[in-house]
């Protein structure tokens, strides 16, 4: 069927650091936040705070969480959660408060300047990689047929989008896709080797990329029909 999306779509693709950007933030907020609110966000609480986050961030950049596991794992939580105020209710404990008792007796700190170097460290690297990201290797156009990789250069690389081998952009983990603003990965076979790569992560495209190339697999485009013999009836 012919359709009328536009000629080509241009993307960019991340590779999996993007998501370290609530540690880079946080170590570059938090200190100032500490130094104005001192009572509230006090060195035990902002270590607490620093640490989650970091721990939070590296498991997003080391593990998958797909919309199944992801399911799971929050129904085990809030499962655990009240088996746990039921345990503590049935045996007459305050396991909350005694957690909370533990986690404050803990020598939890870290010092502003800590934090600030490794911030300021990370966004080095993650000033580096857009840098890359839109200047030297991760721009792709899609297009009918195919996807087209622009290398500065190395030449162009060459992906296939059709109907038999068509490109995808998969919603695979929820805490990328959270912390990416709706980031999907993109999976395309690679015209020269045949096998199907990880493109990276599309920032901020949610289901909508996947809907475009699609469509790009699945359509004949107009403009590129052949124009109608003369005398061949409409």
Known sequence: MPTTVPRHTTFWTFPEFVVFWPIILVGVVLPDLQKANPDVFTNHTAAMFWAGTLILTCIACGMD?????????????????????WYGAEHHLSVFADFRKWINA???????????LISWGLLVGYVWMILDVLVSSRKFQAT?????RARIFRG??????????????LL????????????????AVNATTGKIENLGIAVGWGSK???RLDTYA???????????????PT
């Open 209 to 211: 990329l996947d809907e």
């Open 65 to 85: 969480f797909g919309r199944s596991t992801a399911v799971m794992i929050f129904l085990g939580l809030i499962a655990a959660f009240f088996g746990t105020m």
């Open 172 to 187: 695979d983990d929820m805490l990328d896709y959270l912390l990416t603003f709706g980031g999907v990965r993109v999976y």
């Open 156 to 169: 162009p690389q060459y992906y296939r989008n059709t109907r038999a081998q068509p490109a995808r952009a």
């Open 106 to 116: 803990q020598n939890l700190l870290i010092s502003y300047d800590l934090q600030r």
């Open 218 to 232: 699945e359509a004949t485009p107009t403009h590129e029909l052949d124009p109608a013999p003369p005398g061949t």
């Open 144 to 148: 009918f047929g195919q996807i087209e």
